[in-house]
């Protein structure tokens, strides 16, 4: 995959499941949600979104089915069993007995317990005073559940052939990765396949990568990858060959900006949709391979001019949305800039930003509308609900 706006062939999403029925007004900002959702319609709202993507031809596949048939394999439920339990959090004696628990269970029970954790009241019963387990409450995790599971975007990323799984900056989400290490490992359908970038190198989250064109990738820094992320992605993905240039794009730090693809996506193969504010403002660091295997660093540019410069083209043209500034701020809030572009101009947005999508579809973009009022309460639009894993070139 070397676009963002490619014929869409295949595409990773999770279908929110009981991790979501882990969330409470007591944990909700913890584990990255601004509400409660209502889980059954949170799941109808998901599945009307694989439909319209199906109905489109793309292949979906979902991360529950996969990972369960990763952990048919042996070697996969070690790693399983390892990814669950925490010896710090259980003390060694709990751990050791949840362990030969959940080496014993099928696939399916210990996918489930990987997704959606398990409280201490769950634990299996076991003979024995355990301190921990006392002074636990019953409804305590011993085992996080994965709420944000469903932003397949920000775990993995795959550029050209290569697969990335990212380094995320959250103690809430960083448990995902051992999820998406072990699909890649071991699903049949994803044996052989090449990795880029190392899990435990610097923080890189997938929300913040965009492939803007063939060889040419732009990276958010702000309040999930960092600067020394985009850097090493940068000096990994210059080693493997698959980029020669990388923008560094400095964002807000903060939770309505918290990854680049919140405030700008492509709609087309030179044009994207951006948040007004972010047009006059955003600039970038341009990096290229430099002597003795080095980087050569420039800038900062102004983005749009940076990005065109790497592309090789005139102007990346942007969809001006116009908006009134709280419109803007509303919609951006509600991730009107969090398009997925299923073809040049086909793009699948939330329906409920409704001047967003006015202006997309006056510059001639197809909007294929879908409900997003709870999917919406953890922060992220189709982009962020969607891994492609095969697109045809532009
Ligand atoms: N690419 C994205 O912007 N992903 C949205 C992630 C939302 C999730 N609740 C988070 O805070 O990480």
Not at 107 to 115: I, N, P, R, T
Not at 307 to 336: F, K, N, S
Not at 345 to 363: H, K, M, Q, S
Request: glycine share 8%; net charge negative.
């Amino acid at each position: 995959m070397e676009s963002e706006v490619g014929p869409l062939r295949s595409v990773l999403l999770h279908r929110p499941g009981d991790e979501l029925k882990r969330l409470t007004p007591r944990n909700n900002d913890q584990l990255l949600f601004d509400s409660i959702p209502w889980v059954d319609r949170a799941q109808e709202e998901h599945d009307a979104f694989a439909k319209v993507l199906r109905g489109r031809g793309v292949e979906v596949l979902l991360l529950t089915d996969l990972l369960q048939a990763a952990l048919e394999d042996p070697r996969a439920r070690v790693a399983g069993v390892h990814a669950a339990v925490d010896n710090r959090r259980l003390g060694d004696d709990l751990a050791d007995s949840l362990r030969s628990y959940l080496s014993g269970v099928d696939a399916a029970v210990l996918g489930k317990v990987l997704m959606s954790g398990m409280t201490f009241e769950e634990l299996p019963a076991s003979e024995g005073a355990s301190l921990v387990r006392k002074m636990h409450h019953p409804h305590d995790f011993a085992v996080d559940p994965l709420p944000n599971l469903l932003f397949t975007r920000d775990s993995s990323v795959w550029i050209t052939d290569r697969v990335a799984i990212a380094s995320l900056a959250m103690p809430a989400r960083r448990r995902e990765t051992a999820l998406l290490d072990i699909v890649y490992a071991y699903h049949p359908r994803f044996r052989g396949a090449v990795r880029a970038y190392g899990a435990h190198s610097a923080p890189i989250e997938g929300g913040d990568v965009l492939l803007l064109a063939p060889g040419v990738l732009a990276v958010g820094v702000g309040e999930r990858t960092s600067a020394a992320g985009a850097e090493s992605l940068a000096r990994s993905a210059f080693a493997d060959e698959i980029a020669h240039t990388v923008l560094a794009v400095p964002i807000a730090q903060n939770r309505a900006t918290m990854h680049l693809d919140t405030v700008c996506t492509m709609i087309g193969r030179d044009a994207v949709v951006m948040y007004p504010l972010a047009r006059e403002s955003l600039v970038a660091y341009t990096l290229r391979p430099g002597e003795d295997g080095g980087l050569r660093v420039d800038g900062p540019a102004p983005f749009l001019d940076a990005a065109a410069e790497a592309m090789g083209i005139d102007r990346l043209h942007v969809i001006d949305t116009g908006l009134d500034p709280v419109t803007a701020e509303r919609e951006q809030w509600d991730d009107g800039n969090n398009t997925l572009a299923v073809a040049p101009g086909v793009v699948v947005g939330y329906e409920r930003n409704v001047e967003t999508n006015a202006r997309l579809e006056e510059a001639g973009i197809e909007v294929l509308r879908i409900a997003g009022s709870e999917l919406g309460s953890g922060r992220g639009g189709p982009r962020c609900m969607s891994c492609p894993v095969a697109r045809d070139s532009v």
